[in-house]
C-alpha cells in the first residue's frame, strides 16, 4: 500500500456550525473540510450533510472487529492510497442515521464518503480506485482519474474474432458547489461559471484570453465566492 506523507501523524479539527453554513477554512491554509460520514446522495453531499455517520466504537471494539472479518467498511483510519485517491475492497458500509439507527448499505449505493474531511466520490468505473478525491479549490473543485472503457475493436492474438477488451480515458471533472452539479471540466464549462460574475467576466475579456488566464480568474472567483449549504 502506499501512504501520503505525513499520515503518521493526525490534526483533530473542531468544526463550527452556523446555522446553513456547516464548513470551516482553516487560516493558515486553502482546504476545505466537510462533514465526516457516508454521502448516498449528489443531494446531501452537495448540502454537507451526510445520510450516515460513522460509528464510534470505543466502548465495542468486539463488534467493530465482527463488521470488518465480515469486510464490512466501519470507517478509514489510515486509507489505501493510490495516486491521491482511495481503495475500498469491501462491498458494504456501515453507519448510524440521526436518529442512531444502524444500515448496511451496498458500496454502490454510496454517492461520497468523507476521509479526514477531505471527501472523496465513489465512482467504480475508475481504473485504479474507486474513491476519488475532490481536490477542494473552493465552490469550483476538481476531480481527476482514469476512467474504464470499453473497446469493442481490440483483437486477441492468434483468434479470428474481434474480443471486447477494456481500455481507459482520463477523465477531469467539474465539482459546482453553486450550481450543485458536476459537468466535464472543459473551457466552455469554466468560461459559463465565470458568467456568474459579470464583474470578473469583463476584466477576463480585457484580457488574452487563454486557458491559463480563464484558471487565473476560476481562482479569483473561488476567492469571490463562499459556500453556502442549505
Known amino acids: 500500500m502506499r501512504f501520503l506523507k505525513g499520515l503518521t501523524f493526525l490534526v483533530f479539527l473542531i468544526i463550527s456550525i452556523d446555522g446553513n453554513s456547516q464548513w470551516v477554512k482553516e487560516d493558515d491554509t486553502s482546504r476545505i473540510w466537510l462533514n465526516a ?6 443531494s446531501s453531499f452537495f448540502n454537507n450533510t451526510p445520510d450516515l455517520f460513522w460509528a464510534d466504537f470505543s466502548d465495542n471494539w468486539r463488534k467493530k472487529d465482527s463488521l470488518e472479518r465480515r469486510r464490512i467498511l466501519v470507517g ?3 486509507p489505501d492510497y493510490y495516486n491521491g485517491n482511495i481503495r475500498i475492497k469491501t462491498g458494504y458500509a456501515y453507519g448510524l442515521d440521526s436518529a442512531g439507527k444502524e444500515h448496511f448499505v451496498s458500496l454502490d449505493e454510496v454517492f461520497a464518503i468523507t476521509v479526514l474531511g477531505t ?3 465513489y465512482l467504480s468505473e ?3 480506485e474507486n ?3 475532490v481536490t477542494m479549490q473552493g465552490v469550483i473543485s476538481y476531480v481527476q482519474y482514469y476512467r474504464r472503457v470499453p473497446d469493442p475493436f481490440s483483437v486477441s492474438a492468434g483468434t ?3 474480443e471486447p477488451r477494456e481500455t481507459s480515458e482520463y477523465v477531469e471533472e ?3 458547489f453553486e450550481s450543485r452539479t458536476i459537468v466535464k471540466k472543459t473551457r466552455k464549462n469554466l468560461e459559463a461559471i465565470l458568467q456568474r460574475d459579470q464583474e470578473l467576466y469583463t476584466q477576463f475579456q ?3 484570453r487563454n486557458y491559463a488566464t480563464l484558471v487565473k480568474y476560476i481562482k479569483a472567483y473561488n476567492d469571490n465566492h463562499q459556500f453556502h449549504f442549505k
Open 174 to 176: 467539474i465539482v459546482d
Open 126 to 128: 475508475s481504473v485504479n
Open 206 to 208: 480585457s484580457e488574452k
Open 160 to 162: 479470428l474474432y474481434n
Open 37 to 42: 460520514g457516508i454521502y448516498l446522495s449528489d
Open 131 to 133: 474513491f476519488i478525491k
Open 76 to 78: 478509514i483510519g489510515v
Open 119 to 121: 471527501p472523496y466520490l
